[in-house]
């Protein structure tokens, strides 16, 4: 049960957004918020979000690549699930053990942003979409902020502990910029940033999820959990 939440969900759930997105944006007919006629989808001229939309830039219908990132994103309900599972990975020490909990706690509800962005799609749910995706990483800092605290305190090799103090600073980065930049569409510039910078925190973090569940592999056989 263990290696099913903590290790297989978290690998499966990661390795399918990624496969999603290339999917999706193979599929994705084309436009974007600055150019209706772009052909196709573009990595530094289109948001993730785009992908999710029932109508692209364009005004097309996007059913495929829609289907495609929206269910990824909905997927995500499983990542936190599979972290409310972790804190018993860490219960031969209590202090451990709560703060496991307490970043748990915060994980879950993160992934359920991530979740509810797939479904308030950005063309019919605007403030909505934008209120998920924009706390999702809110929720997701603190929660890296204490699996670091947890991680130094456990018997997991510090090689996870400096993992996700490295993902931390990203995220952590990312709601800063988030709070600091304007709007894409003052300029195409603007657009170019923001959608390239996305791209690379949408990685960091499904990486970020990928390689956790290593450290979770190490807990559970030293446990003899299964």
């Known amino acids: ?64 690549s829609a289907f495609f990132f929206n269910f990824s994103m909905f997927l995500f309900v499983l990542v936190g699930v599979g972290f409310l599972f972790v804190p018993w990975l860490f219960k031969d020490n209590s202090i451990t053990f709560y703060l496991s909990i307490l970043g748990s706690i915060f994980f879950f509800f993160g992934t359920i942003y991530f979740a509810a962005v797939g479904l308030t799609p950005h063309d019919l749910y605007l403030s909505e979409h934008i209120y998920f995706a924009i706390n999702a990483f809110r929720l997701i800092a603190p929660a890296l902020l204490i699996y670091i605290i947890v991680f130094f305190r456990s018997s997991i090799p510090n090689f996870y502990s400096y993992l996700t103090l490295i993902f931390f600073l990203f995220t952590a980065g990312y709601v800063i910029y988030q709070l600091t930049n304007g709007s894409p569409r003052e300029s195409v510039e603007a657009l170019v940033e923001q959608a390239s910078i996305q791209k690379l925190i949408a990685l960091v973090s499904t990486l970020n999820i990928f390689l956790l569940s290593f450290g979770f592999k190490k807990k559970i056989k030293e446990l003899n959990l299964s």
């Open 1 to 64: 049960m263990y290696n099913l939440f903590t290790v297989t969900i978290l690998r499966f759930v990661s390795i399918y957004f990624i496969l999603s997105v290339i999917i999706a944006a193979y599929f994705y007919p084309g436009g974007n918020m600055h150019d209706p006629f772009q052909i196709g989808y573009s990595f530094t001229h289109n948001f993730l979000s785009d992908l999710g939309g029932y109508y692209t830039r364009s005004g097309e219908v996007n059913f495929l």
